[in-house]
Structure formats: structure tokens, C-alpha cells
């Protein structure tokens, strides 16, 4: 166990719809990363908070948000959804995540499974 | 930017055997490498991480890895494999840039036969 918590583990929905991922960080980790797997795109990185900001943006649609709360956990909202985004989500945090440092290994959740229907 | 190729999309070894997992990296300055572990239906684990030091770096499970910047590489190794090691594996290039980005290779399924 990572200690790094997602819910739900499964979600179904229909083309169109909006859904919301939640992602409890590991205590104390300031850092939350939000990661999309899929088969034919393999493991891609979406976005980074620190703290609350965003830090780090990667391939993320515009149809895709996330916020980090003050109390660190992370939200990732898909909205307009498209057969093509049924994938696994994960979520993963680290303690820092800034430039440098030790402590920048990532913690992965168990992911989210999406499936549009 | 950065980017990681891992060139083996799997790989069957036989119980006991040695493996090398291979991975090459594009990165302009050092780089923050990882090596993940993912069994099926399961998060991702970190099996060893290479920041700066001492090129040969030791992970969990047995595993270690060698970075060689001359090659670009950060290959995966261990010296007997055990059935329970076969999962999917994942090299990553980190970046401390503003945030932290880590970028990953596309996976290297290994088997392992009795």
C-alpha cells in the first residue's frame, strides 16, 4: 500500500458526460500528479500541483482540469467525454517537487479505471 | 525534451535466469532516472531511483541498475529471476523543471517460464 488513495477504483459513463476523479495524497506530500495509461498511449503525464499551485502541465486536454485543495488532496475533472478517454487514471504524490532534491520519487495510487461508453 | 526509450516491448526469461531490462534516456542536462514495477491491475511501485552518485544503484526485489551517461542508458538487472517478478516494467526520466515532470518509456512486459 503507497499510501496514496483514489477513488473511485471504477467508473462507467456515457459519451458526453462529466466525471470527477479524487486522489488522496500520501500524508504530508505536498506534490500531486495526475497520469493517464492507455493502450495505445502508454503511461502520459497530465499535470502537477505543489501545494495547492499548478506546477507542471503536460498532456492534458482542454477538455481536462484538476485543482489541489488545501488539505493537499487533488481532483481531476474530465468533462465532454469521448470513447477515446476510457483509460486508467492514476494519481501519484511525492513530498516535495520542486527543482532538485531527494525526495522526488513519486507514490502511485491504484489508479481509477474509466470506461465511456 | 526529454524522453525514454525502452526498445524491448517484452521479454520471456526462464526461472533463475539473469535479466537486463534496457532503457535509454534523452535528457540535456543530468537526468532523475527511475525504474517502476506494475503487476496487473496494480498502481505503479518504485523499484530504484538514480538522482546523482554512485552510477550503480540499488533497488528493492534484488534489483539494481547502472546508469552510463556515455550511452544514455539506465539499464534494469537482476542476477535470478523469481516467477513473482513477472509484472510490467517502466523507466523514467524525471525533470525538476518549475514542477517536476516525470516522462515514461513505454513498458517492458517481462514473463517468466518455469
Known amino acids: 500500500d503507497s499510501g496514496v488513495t483514489q477513488t473511485p477504483k471504477h467508473l462507467i459513463t456515457a459519451t458526453g458526460q462529466r466525471v470527477t476523479l479524487r486522489c488522496s495524497p500520501r500524508s504530508g506530500d505536498l506534490s500531486v500528479y495526475w497520469y493517464q495509461q492507455s493502450l495505445d498511449q502508454g503511461l502520459q503525464f497530465l499535470i502537477h500541483?505543489?501545494?495547492?499551485?499548478?506546477?507542471a502541465k503536460g498532456n492534458i486536454l482542454e477538455r481536462f482540469s484538476a485543482q489541489q485543495f488545501p488539505d493537499l488532496h487533488s481532483e481531476l475533472n474530465l468533462s465532454s467525454l469521448e470513447l477515446g478517454d476510457s483509460a486508467l487514471y492514476f494519481c501519484a504524490s511525492s513530498p516535495r517537487g520542486g527543482a532538485g532534491g531527494r525526495r522526488t520519487e513519486a507514490f502511485f495510487g491504484q489508479g481509477t479505471r474509466l470506461t465511456v461508453v | 525534451a526529454q524522453s525514454v526509450t525502452q526498445p524491448d516491448i517484452h521479454i520471456t526469461v526462464s526461472e533463475g535466469a539473469s535479466l537486463e531490462l534496457r532503457c535509454n534516456y534523452s535528457?540535456?542536462?543530468?537526468?532523475?532516472l527511475f525504474w517502476y514495477v506494475q503487476s496487473p491491475g496494480q498502481g505503479l511501485q518504485l523499484l530504484l531511483k538514480y538522482f546523482s552518485g554512485d552510477t550503480l544503484v540499488q533497488g528493492i526485489k534484488g534489483f539494481e541498475a547502472e546508469f552510463k551517461r556515455s550511452q544514455s542508458s539506465f539499464n534494469l538487472r537482476k542476477p535470478s529471476v523469481h516467477w513473482s517478478d513477472a509484472a510490467e516494467y517502466f523507466c523514467?526520466?524525471?525533470?525538476?523543471?518549475?514542477?517536476?515532470?516525470?516522462?515514461f518509456g513505454a513498458g517492458t512486459r517481462l514473463f517468466v517460464k518455469a
Open positions: 500541483y505543489y501545494n495547492g499551485e499548478e506546477r
Open positions: 535528457y540535456g542536462a543530468t537526468p532523475y
Open positions: 523514467a526520466v524525471g525533470a525538476p523543471t518549475g514542477g517536476f515532470k516525470t516522462i
